[in-house]
């Protein structure tokens, strides 16, 4: 069992910045690829990034690409979302994800969850 909790949402304004933190606890936490998804009202979850067990491999979604970072430090069993240039399209509750056998951007290979954070980005 690996138990997942996101901190860092709020509110800021389009061109600024955040950075969300997942912090992992449970299982060994270096064993497991890493993703970030997001979910706006009315849409369906979004893959935003995912990152190797390692941290030596990294994907994004094509509409986070060059914005968005992801990282992962193993030693604070915790992952990283560092965002950029930030939308209105941005707003949406972010939630960060385990999968125990490697990093994925489908979130049918994750078998846990967070419960979210909430990003909300003015125009």
């Known amino acids: 069992q690996v138990q997942l909790v996101e901190s860092g949402g709020g509110l800021v304004q389009a061109g600024g910045s955040l950075r969300l933190s997942c912090a992992a606890s449970g299982r060994t936490f270096s064993n497991y690829g890493m993703g970030w998804f997001r979910q706006a009202p009315g849409k369906e979850r979004e893959f935003v990034a995912a990152?190797?067990?390692?941290?030596?491999?990294?994907t994004y979604g094509d509409s986070v690409k060059g914005r968005f970072t992801i990282s992962r430090d193993n030693a604070k069993n915790t992952v990283y979302l560092q965002m950029n240039s930030l939308k209105p399209e941005d707003t949406a509750v972010y939630y960060c994800?385990?999968?125990?056998?490697?990093?994925?951007?489908?979130?049918?290979?994750?078998?846990?969850w967070g419960r979210g954070t909430q990003v909300t980005v003015s125009s």
């Open positions: 994800a385990a999968a125990p056998s490697q990093y994925s951007r489908s979130s049918e290979h994750y078998a846990y």
């Open positions: 990152i190797s067990w390692s941290g030596g491999s990294t």
